[in-house]
């Protein structure tokens, strides 16, 4: 059975950076980030379209996250970090359609665990 595992996250300083990584992505299939907070929904970060023909962001991560894929891991580059980016990191895995609905969090399927980035100020 497919599985996804995050790995890249950790501590970090405002203004810096961190790559987190996905194993187990499929490549024909449509990949996001989201995040999750502590007694708050899970909201999308970013996803990648199925052989990385396209990108898209939310608005809070725009210019700063950049996100991408190889055969078999995706990722996540986070630069110039704020407090309020601190959240557990989540990838996702659904089918293509999932891509051309945004970052619709009941498109994605397959989950992996998560990876905890907390940002100091």
């Known amino acids: 059975q497919a599985q996804l595992v995050e790995s890249g996250g950790g501590s970090v300083q405002a203004g810096g950076s961190l790559r987190l990584a996905c194993a187990g992505a499929?490549?024909?299939?449509?990949m996001a980030w989201f995040r999750q907070t502590s007694g708050n929904e899970r909201e999308g970060v970013a996803s990648?379209?199925?052989?990385?023909?396209s990108t898209s962001y939310a608005d809070s991560v725009k210019g700063r996250f950049t996100i991408s894929r190889d055969e078999n891991t995706l990722y996540l580059y986070l630069n110039n970090v704020v407090p309020e980016d601190t959240a557990m990191y989540h990838c996702?895995?659904?089918?293509?359609?999932?891509?051309?609905?945004?970052?619709?969090?009941?498109?994605?399927?397959?989950w992996g665990q998560g990876t905890q980035v907390t940002v100091s100020s």
């Open positions: 996702a895995a659904g089918p293509g359609s999932a891509c051309v609905q945004g970052l619709e969090i009941t498109k994605y399927n397959l």
């Open positions: 499929q490549y024909t299939y449509c």
């Open positions: 990648i379209y199925p052989g990385a023909t």
